[in-house]
């Protein structure tokens, strides 16, 4: 079971907890602009090609429409232009692996792609967010470890909830196509 957070937690104690709702279909497009936000604040640069966008969308649409392949949590709020819909989020899936003596699945989650707009900050709705995705891993897959790659304003928060340094070091070669 998920650890809830501290009594002293400002961010629990000051507010009631936001309403978490699963992501379906139809936000595949708020979770591509959530993501654009999230690789802007990060300084990814091409944001603004559209293309990218696009498949970025048809992907999601895609994994959604398989509810075992990919969830996706969101808290709605109030948007730029005085519409209603998605203003945080966090996503999670897998990856295959071979099995192993502590994962005998093989599968292990990916938390991913936690973003909240900038004027809907400090509300806890991405820790909502990755709190649910986190529930239905543990209540839901087989899996026994979740990783993520976290930007040095988001650790803390993952801290919190239990993230810690993996055993190993990972390497990553990024391959220029």
């Known amino acids: 079971m998920l650890t809830p957070p501290a009594d002293d937690d400002p ?14 279909v139809e936000d595949a497009a708020a979770l591509t602009r959530l993501r654009s936000r999230m690789l802007a604040a990060m300084g990814v640069a091409g944001l603004d090609e559209p293309q990218w966008q ?62 909240t707009e ?26 026994t470890r979740v990783g993520l790659s976290a930007t040095e304003h988001g650790r803390a928060l993952y801290e919190q909830l239990g993230f810690a340094e993996p055993h190993g070091h990972e390497l990553v070669w990024r391959l220029t196509r």
């Open 54 to 115: 696009v498949t970025c969308t048809q992907w999601f649409r895609e994994r959604l429409s398989e509810p075992t392949l990919v969830v996706a949590f969101v808290v709605d709020g109030e948007l730029e232009d005085g519409t209603v819909g998605p203003v945080a989020c966090a996503v999670g899936d897998f990856h295959e692996h071979a099995p192993e003596p502590w994962n005998p699945s093989g599968r292990r989650g990916h938390l991913f792609n936690v973003s």
């Open 118 to 143: 900038p004027d809907a900050r400090r509300r806890g709705y991405g820790r909502a967010c990755v709190v649910a995705v986190m529930q239905w891993f543990h209540d839901e897959t087989e899996v």
């Open 11 to 24: 961010v629990t104690t000051s507010r009631t907890a936001p309403a978490v709702r699963r992501a379906g």
